[in-house]
Structures are given as structure tokens and as C-alpha cells.
């Protein structure tokens, strides 16, 4: 009996090789074989459910190689990923099979899934083959269609009313409203003063060993108990530093207790991207990318390729599922007992539930295929970072089926004579690692563990231990302490922190935000679209990604809501369960989205202007002195946020507009911060240089959308001042009313060319000064290097050091000549003259423009068509 199997990806074929007796194609699909038709997909209230679908532009299986699997055989089974993706895969190639009539009456297609891809896995799986879940492909089209949606119909808005923001989707939106929201309690945040202080104590038996100094904190003054805001002044810290410092102590309370720390839950998608992240430093996207090879298997030193963890794309905390789960556990506890002991293997198997909000619990916790392949025994086989990721999997793994960790606490109240002063020192010890010890297990080594550190005895634990008690009943005095050191200091509030990429998807986790599998592509598109950008692994909101939210919370409040995105998420599932229509979901969606939609069209760019200057106008006019925004150009209009029309710009400008086309700001949806070490480069007013001699104009350093640039005189109706570029110079701040006054003398007229009594000018253009005739320009050269064929061997020597500078600006008002000489030997040289720009005459401007370095601006002018007449 001939059989076809179809798998999902290439990699998969080649761990799954093993002759089972079916046909395996040589590379399998690598994504949708169908997605739905962007053309086609038009959301109106008439045709809502009536999507079509189309090939898909992922990378997939030719047709005909398809159709080779099926012909002549007798069964069809399609074993893509066991999630709601997979499923729909494998419906859509039955899909297309049958719209080409590739599958016969005699055809039996079954669908089989497995959790990783080992031989027994596979055979297993092939034992159980089942019918495709349609809830699951529902449940997938539903999603895919509410993403379309949202996508297709907000998207064009933005570039409408947000130009150079290019998109916004269901998850990306509310992922982008997490970091913006937190951004904005960051900027309102007002910090607090607030003082503590420590001590450091000994015993006061110099005699003994007892005198190593241990840390303690205060915890109370005149018999009261101190909170976070108790002490706010230097005045108050220091007047309780002398008070300790005058005062003699003694122990009189301790308190032992001992503690269990559970280990930690297997991993799940979400929780493997935060250690990662937190542990390896690893990207989302990365860490899935590697998950993905190893899943997909890599060849061992026996040249069998082989699958080295369990599916990755998980929410569920199961070790294992069906018969599987017993086993997997039994190897686990079997490798704690050969390599720890029995003492450290769990009493009886815990038993992990979920703690995520909408968990798929037909998905298996990821961990190694096979827990007898250590991460010592990879060495060499795989990468470095793919073997610290296996790692820390192998790590976890072996973890979850250990005794918890046993650690005794002991906490000190140190108090003077009256006990109106109370210091407390506290300290711990591990009694019984537990599943600790996997951290200090050198097959673990390629990952480090801060917890470590503490698995060695403590010494202020041993000092504390130490120590008696006061028993005032008897009475008995307690060991006498002196105080080495008393510090006051100083503590501010702090802002809560930005999201890390591994906090984030611990966020969206807990609000049941989106699916682990998303999120790595999530936080990948908001900064391809350059709405975040990711600082010391922090990710930091650009000024165009908290426009966006501005706009989406403004328009469409349910698109950036946390709960609405977690309760459709929930909707989902039940579609999954067959509890919900998904076409009735999507029509009772579409309902309330097509309000927003209409609504938002009819909106006028300056609403969106006004209310985003009301939301950041904090952050926008932060830079300017003068609160009341006064143009400072025309000292009539207001300071005002505008959006470009052309471009995706946009800046600050006056409200009298185009009679005042003053430009304060530019902004560019970026924000770009200064390097301390590199030049000032930013005016943000009008800077004031001078004022001329003759007619008493003002000359400016004004900065615009081109760069900066000189202006004589200020803007006034019907009158445009003359201006000359500056942003060849590094330095703004080096420019002088003098070198102003130099470079506004330009364009300048030399004369008239002898042939058609067209004006000859001399300009200075953005890369250096240049002279034009009508449409024809000739730079002018402006190259510092001598080559000297005589006495210096031919090599060229700098001679910028001998052209007079005097600093960015004057050299770039200096000019050279060329000229071929004969040297003494016969060879050619060049001579460099220096001269300045008024002693470029008409002859000199006459031999560039003849030479061969010109060229043509404009667009040529049509010729006069000539009448051919006949000679006779």
C-alpha cells in the first residue's frame, strides 16, 4: 500500500527520513499554501464572511510536486505543526488538491500531529491519525480575517492623516499602547526625596573572633516604626546619624525560620523569551529562531539527524501528553536520581496548571526530546548560542521534577538602652539546594545563574547566628554591639522602568494579550516601522510610534483597550472550541469597527494636529523659553504643531502660515539624541549674530527643513530677506556676523559672457562654490593635494596646512588654481595657488565653463522647428 505524507518543513523531512513505508516529498510546504486575497478582502457590512483566499507569497511546495505525492497512492497524511496554523495548512492543501481534482474517490487523507520529531514520536503519531479539527481552522480564519480587518482599513487612515506611519494591527496597536502608556507615567512622574540610613555594627569582644562587621538598617526612631517617606531631609538624617553614633547597642530580638522555593514551571513560548532575554540576551525573534533549528533537528555526531527539544509555539505547562508524558517524566526523575541523588528527585510528580490567561492546553510544555543528551555532549555540534539556548531548556527541564530548595532566614533587631532605636540585619542560608543544584552542574556551564552566588555560605549569617540574646525577664544581657559606621543617604523615587523586550511579553502573557508566537514578530514590526527603538535592551517609544497611539486611543479606543484585545482573544478560543460562529463574530466585530472607520474618515488633519499638540504639547515645546509661544519672526502668530504636506515631516511652526513661514522645530518622527563629544548642531530660535553697519539689518542663524543657514533681515509681508546656506559648516556655533556677512554677498554677478550677453554668476551651492552661464554650471575645484613628480618621488603630499586655516569657515572660502608646470626633469607637476572668492573674474569663470566638468540644470528648451525648403 503506497502512502504520501506531507510535512510542513524542509528541516522536518530530514529528521523524519526514517523509513516508516511511506512516501516523504523531497521539501515540504515552509508556510500558508493560502491567505486571504488583499485585493478581494473589502470590509463591507454585505459581503462580510464572503473573503476569498489566494495563493499565498510565503515560500510553499510547487502544485505539481503535490500532485506527484497523491498519484497512485492510497492514503494522504498531512502532519504540519499541532497548532490552530498547522491545521489550517493542512486543510488548505486539501483544499487545493480538490479544486484540481488531484484526490481520488479512493483516497484516504488523516491528519496526524506530534510534538517533536524523534522516530518512536513519529511512529506513534502515525498510529493515531485523526480528522482535521475544523473548530481549529475556523478559529484561524477568524483571526486572520480580524487581523485583515483592522490592518486594511486603519492603515490607510494613518497615511492619510499621519504621514510616514505605515501601519497598525489588533496586537501590534495594544502592544504599542503598553510602552507609549508607560512612557507617558514616566514624563508625568514626579520623584520624592526620601532619606535612609545604614549601619555597619560589630561585636564589641575584641578578644573574640566575633568582630567582623556586619550591615544593619534602621527601622525605628522614638519608638515608631519607619516607612519609605519617614525621614525627607538631610537635616533629619543627620541629626539620627549622631543619635546612633552616641548610643550603645545590644541584640534584642532574633527570629529563625526556615523556607521552601519551589522550582520554577516548565517552559512555555513566553517564559523561554523572557529567560532569554533576561539571562542570554537574546532578541525575541532570535531566541524562536534558534528554538526553530533545534525543533526542527540538526545531524549528531552519528550522522542521524534527530529533533532536540519539543514543539516551541506552547502555552501549555503539561511534561508530556498522553503516553509520552509518563515517559518523559520517568527519564527526568531517572537522571536526578543517577546525577544528584535520590534525595533531590520530587516525592511524586508535580503537576504544573495554567497560569495564563486563555492557555491552549492541548499543547506540551517545550523540553529536550531526549534529557539523557546533555548539554556537555553537544559541544561542537551545535553553535554556541544555539547550545546556551538547549541549556537553559535542559536546565529548566530537569528542574520542574526536583525538591525545592530549603533555605534558613535570620533577622536581627539590634536596639540601644531604651529601645527608641531599632536597627535590623537580616541574612540567609541554603540549607538544601534542591533543584539548585542544576546550577552549579558543570554540564550546565554555558549559561550562568545569578542565583548561584548564593549557594555559598554566608558569613554574616554565621556572625548573626552567633550572637545572644538579651533576656530582660531573667535578666540576661545581650552581646554588646559597636557602631563602625552610621550613613545617611539620600534616595529620589524612581519612574517606573521602560519595558524590556522579556517584561513586555510578560505583560501581553498576563493580559492575555495576542499568542506566544506572536509576540516576537510583534515587537519585530513596531521597530521595522520605527514606532520603538530598542536602547541598552529597553525599548524606547519614538515621537512617531506615541503619535500612533495618540491617534488609535483617540479613534479607536476598542483597538488599543487592553481587555476588548484579550477578550476577543478569548472569543477566539471558543470558535477553537466550537462554542462560537467565527462569521457571526467577525459580523458583530465589523458592527461597531465600521462606526469608527467612517467617523475617523471624516476627520480634518488639523484635529489630529490640535490634539496632539494638547496630548505632548509638554514635550514639543519643552525646548523654548518663552511659555507663551510667540512667533518670534512676525511677533503676531503662535508656535504651533503642524503636519507636513509633502513628506512625512513634521514641525513647529507659526499659526500665520504662509504669510509667516517661520519654522521653529523640524521633527521627523524620530528622536535623535545628541553626542556630548560631537558639535552643536541644534538652534532651536533664531540666533541674533549682528546687524550691518550701513542699513541696520539683523543677520540670523535660522535652522529649516534643508539644514541651516544666514539671513539678513526678518520676515515681513511681501518681502522675502535674503539667506545662504551654512550646512557645509560642522560647527554653527563658530559662525560670525563677518563670515555671515561673506558668504550673503553670493550669488554674485561677474559679468556678461561674450557671446550671448548672458549674466555669468558666482554662487555658493551646497557642495562648494561654482560659476553658471544660463543652464550650464561648472564647480569650481576645490581639491587641497599637490602632486609633485620632481623631488618628492611622485607622491602626493597635503598641502592644507599651508592654505592659510583658519577654521571650517574660512577654508571653505578659499579657492584653488590649477596649473601644469615642467619640472627640471622633464615630468609634469602641479603648482596649488590659493585665492579667494572675489578674485574669481570673468576669464577664469570662462575657462571652467569651455572645460570638461560641467553640466546642464533645468529642462531643455524645445527647439524651433526649422522650414526645409527645396532647392531648385
Known sequence: MARGSCVKNAWRNRSSKADFGYKIPASGPTGE?????????????????????????????????????????????????????????????????????????????????????????????????????????????????????????????????????????RVQSAALALICDREMEIDEFKPQEYWTVEVQLKNKDLGSNKNVTFPAHLTHVDSKKLNQFSITSDTEAKYIQSNINSADFQVVSLKKSKTRRNPPTPYITSTLQQDAANKLHFTASHTMKLAQKLYEGVELSDGVAVGLITYIRTDGFHVGISLISDEAVANVRSLIIERYGQDFASQSAPKYFKKVKNAQEAHEAIRPTD??????????????????????????????????????????????????????????????????????????????????????????????????????????????????????????????????????????????????????????????????????????PEFRGRMVSAFLSHHFSEVTDYSFTADMETELDNVSAGVTEWKGLLRDYW??????????????????????????????????????????????????????????????????????????????????????????????EPKLLGVTSGSNEKVLLKTGPYGFYVQLGEDRK?????????????????????DALELLQYPLTLGNHPN???????????????????????????????????????????????CGQKGNMRMSLWLVEWTTLLTDDGLCGLNLMNMKPSDVTVEKALELLSGKDVRRSGRPKGKAKVEEVEAF
Open 718 to 738: 511681501s518681502y522675502i530677506p535674503k539667506r545662504a546656506s551654512v550646512s557645509h559648516v560642522k560647527d554653527v556655533d563658530s559662525i560670525t556676523l563677518e
Open 33 to 169: 499554501i493560502f491567505d486571504l486575497n488583499s485585493a478581494d478582502w473589502q470590509c463591507y457590512e454585505d459581503r462580510m464572511c464572503e473573503s476569498t483566499h489566494e495563493g499565498s507569497n510565503t515560500p510553499k511546495m510547487p502544485n505539481h510536486i503535490f500532485q506527484k505525492v497523491v498519484s497512485g497512492s492510497e492514503n494522504l497524511i498531512l502532519a504540519s505543526d499541532p497548532d490552530r496554523e498547522g491545521e489550517a495548512i493542512a486543510w488548505h492543501i486539501i483544499e487545493m488538491l480538490q479544486q484540481q481534482g488531484a484526490l481520488h474517490d479512493n483516497i484516504s487523507v488523516a491528519r496526524v500531529a506530534f510534538h517533536e520529531i524523534t522516530e518512536k514520536s513519529i511512529k506513534d503519531a502515525l498510529q493515531t491519525p485523526r480528522e482535521i479539527d475544523v473548530n481549529l481552522v475556523q478559529a484561524y480564519l477568524a483571526r486572520r480575517a480580524l487581523d485583515y480587518l483592522i490592518g486594511f482599513n486603519i492603515s490607510p487612515l494613518l497615511w492619510r492623516k499621519l504621514p510616514g506611519c505605515q501601519s497598525a494591527g
Open 591 to 684: 458592527t461597531r469597527f465600521k462606526s469608527y472607520c467612517e467617523r475617523t474618515s471624516n476627520v480634518h488633519i488639523h484635529q489630529v494636529e490640535k490634539m496632539l499638540e494638547k496630548k505632548f504639547g509638554d514635550f514639543l515645546f519643552a525646548s523654548f523659553s518663552d511659555q507663551s509661544r510667540v512667533c518670534p519672526s512676525c511677533m503676531e502668530g503662535t508656535l504651533i504643531f503642524k503636519v507636513s504636506r509633502f513628506g512625512a515631516g513634521y514641525f513647529i511652526g507659526c499659526d500665520q502660515h504662509p504669510r509667516c513661514k517661520y519654522i521653529a522645530k523640524t521633527l521627523y518622527g524620530t528622536e535623535e539624541e545628541e553626542d556630548a563629544s560631537l558639535p552643536n548642531t541644534r538652534v532651536e
Open 371 to 540: 534529557i539523557c543528551k546533555l548539554p556537555s555532549m553537544l559541544t561542537g555540534i551545535l553553535d554556541e548560542e544555539s547550545l546556551k539556548l538547549y541549556t537553559l531548556i535542559w536546565s529548566r527541564t530537569v528542574s520542574c521534577q526536583m525538591e525545592p530548595a530549603v533555605i534558613e532566614q535570620i533577622h536581627l533587631d539590634i536596639g540601644n538602652a531604651d529601645e527608641s532605636i531599632i536597627l535590623r540585619s537580616s541574612s540567609s542560608m541554603v540549607v538544601f539546594p534542591g533543584f539548585r543544584a542544576v546550577s552549579t552542574d558543570i554540564v550546565a556551564e554555558a549559561v550562568e545563574d545569578k542565583d548561584s552566588d548564593e549557594l555559598n555560605p554566608d558569613k554574616t549569617f554565621e556572625v548573626l547566628n552567633s550572637l545572644k540574646v538579651a533576656v530582660f525577664a531573667f535578666p540576661i544581657a545581650g552581646d554588646p554591639l559597636h557602631v563602625v559606621q552610621a550613613d545617611p543617604t539620600q534616595h529620589h523615587t524612581q519612574p517606573p522602568p521602560r519595558y524590556s523586550e522579556a517584561s513586555l511579553v510578560k505583560k501581553l502573557e498576563e493580559l492575555g494579550i495576542g499568542r506566544p508566537s506572536t509576540y516576537a514578530s510583534t515587537i519585530k514590526v513596531l521597530r521595522d516601522r520605527n514606532y520603538v527603538t530598542v536602547k541598552s535592551r529597553v525599548l524606547s
Open 756 to 802: 550671448d550677453g548672458q549674466p555669468i554668476i558666482l554662487k555658493l551651492a551646497r557642495v562648494g562654490f561654482c560659476v553658471r552661464h544660463r543652464r550650464t554650471i561648472a564647480s569650481v575645484p576645490k581639491s587641497r593635494r599637490l602632486i609633485d613628480s620632481g623631488s618628492n618621488g611622485g607622491r602626493a603630499t597635503d598641502e592644507s596646512q599651508q
